[in-house]
């Protein structure tokens, strides 16, 4: 079974740019479609960025723009580079990855975008 560990996170000022990261372990993390969440308080964890088995990135419009989401396979490792960002991205930001019959979380990373 994956086990994934979020980093990357911290207090970043508007207009910053952070870059998380997802380490898988105990499985490959290309064997699964691994998705970045992220939950504000009082809020519903939403879907902010996707990439599939094949390679396919998806992304929310919210974010759409100014992240980028890839993989490294080497390091079994998939990052979100976030630009620009705003005040309204302050949430914890978690790590899934998901395939037939499994659905894994991290422990999330807080990101807080403040002056």
């Known amino acids: 079974q994956v086990q994934l560990v979020e980093s990357g996170g911290g207090l970043v000022q508007p207009g910053g740019s952070l870059r998380l990261s997802c380490a898988a372990s105990?499985?490959?993390?290309?064997?699964?479609?691994v998705g970045w969440y992220r939950q504000a308080p009082g809020q519903q964890r939403e879907l902010v960025s996707a990439?599939?088995?094949?390679?396919?990135?998806s992304y929310a419009d919210s974010v759409k723009g100014r992240s980028t989401i890839s993989r490294d396979i080497a390091k079994n490792t998939v990052y979100l580079q976030m630009n620009s960002l705003r005040p309204e991205d302050t949430a914890v930001y978690y790590c899934?990855?998901?395939?037939?019959?499994?659905?894994?979380w991290g422990q999330g990373t807080q990101v807080t975008v403040s002056s």
């Open positions: 899934n990855a998901r395939t037939f019959g499994i659905n894994v």
């Open positions: 990439i599939t088995r094949r390679g396919d990135q």
């Open positions: 105990g499985s490959r993390v290309s064997l699964y479609t």
